[in-house]
């Protein structure tokens, strides 16, 4: 299985340098549309960070995604590579070919660059490695640290030994680093890679929501040679439902640095209050807040929509059942009357033949 993972994770790497607007923005809008909470009040739910400081697309945009991807999953099975691969040209060619209904103007995804539709085709193909059963990691929510706030993280699905490649934990950087981005996703070219080594850009991909600790991490990033990717290598033995973790360095949060290993419970307040704010919040998706909200309405109205036929078709199904029911009862009825019917009349009809033959017999003796 790993293997299959492995030639998915290579072969997305080998794909050609994206610009950060289309890399950023085409992370952004697939996590949104995959993995935004339907009800983002319910305690459980969980609001996506985005890397980008803007969604320029509709929430009916989001839903066509989702809609796309779902019908589609399937086949994203990590046991074949080329049909792994395939299933994200399907999924590129269905949201090309897809109308939005009642989108009005919004022409959604028919709407995006060729380089854009790239970009949309290689997120969704590296976020479903981390929701495929057959991965040895998935995606889950996790505790940020001393915020007391939820985020997104890998987690094991099963043990897995130190030093073992996560090839599902993929990541990738573009090209250049001309578009503004979250600070908490920024990383350097290594010596090795096909940038320039040292130059900064930006971390886009699954790898991205591995979260950090300082001391009690169990992975660390490595590159993937003559590319832009990077992927997670466990550094000692790690369970299943365990989190995996890197140390993201020290100049990250200094002395203000508010993971588990930092900042216990019982010293998280002070902790908090010694954060600066800037860009290290934890979370960034105010500027997606309107494509979520009209996400989220146009799902509820299709879900109540969808409640409210079922209803329907369950009561039109009872009262079918019920004359159903109702017309076999008086067929019954109508059988059983005419059994005795029938019964009453043989009755009658063998009674004067017994009174004739008792009479014969009589006569004969």
């Not at 299959?4 to 950060?20: G, Y």
């Not at 991490?217 to 365990?242: C, H, K, L, M, Q």
């Not at 588990?260 to 934890?282: H, L, N, R």
């Amino acid at each position: 299985m790993s293997s299959q993972a492995e030639l998915v994770a290579k072969a997305l790497s080998s794909a050609p340098l994206m610009t950060s607007t289309d890399a950023i923005s085409a992370d952004d809008l697939v996590v949104l549309a995959l993995f935004a909470p339907a009800s983002p009040s319910r305690p459980e739910a969980h609001i996506p960070q985005i890397v980008g400081t803007s969604v320029g697309v509709s929430g009916l945009t989001l839903l066509t995604i989702r809609d796309t991807f779902e019908e589609h999953k399937d086949l994203f099975e990590l046991s074949r590579a080329s049909t792994y691969l395939a299933a994200a040209k399907k999924v590129r060619s269905a949201l090309v070919r897809r109308r939005q209904v009642d989108g009005g103007s919004d022409r959604g995804c028919r709407a995006l660059s060729i380089a854009m539709l790239d970009c949309v085709e290689w997120f969704v193909a590296a976020y479903a490695m981390v929701i495929s059963p057959r991965s040895v990691v998935r995606l889950g929510v996790s505790k940020m640290g001393a915020y007391s706030q939820k985020g997104f993280g890998i987690f094991a699905r099963m043990d897995i030994r130190g030093g073992v490649d996560i090839w599902e934990a993929l990541g990738i950087m573009p090209g250049d680093n001309e578009s503004r981005h979250s600070s908490l996703s920024a990383i350097r070219v290594a010596d090795g890679q096909n940038q320039e080594a040292g130059s900064e850009r930006v971390l886009v991909g699954p790898l991205r929501m591995v979260n950090h600790l300082c001391r009690s991490f169990n992975a660390e990033y490595v590159y993937i040679p003559r590319t832009s990717a990077f992927i997670a290598r466990t550094t000692r033995d790690v369970v299943a439902g365990e989190e995996i973790t890197v140390n993201y360095g020290e100049e990250w949060f200094g002395s203000s640095c508010p993971c588990v290993d930092c900042a216990p419970t019982d010293g998280m307040e002070a902790v908090v209050q010694s954060i600066p704010e800037g860009p290290q919040e934890p979370t960034n998706h105010g500027p997606a807040a309107a494509a979520m909200e009209e996400r989220r309405t146009r799902l509820a109205a299709r879900n109540q929509d969808r409640a409210t036929a079922f209803l329907d078709n369950r009561a039109r199904n009872s009262e079918k059942a019920k004359r159903e029911k109702a017309e076999k009862n008086k067929s019954k009825q109508r059988e059983s009357r005419w059994r005795k019917q029938e019964a009453k009349r043989r009755q009658e009809m063998a009674a004067p033949a017994d009174a004739s033959g008792s009479g014969t017999g009589q006569g004969a003796l």
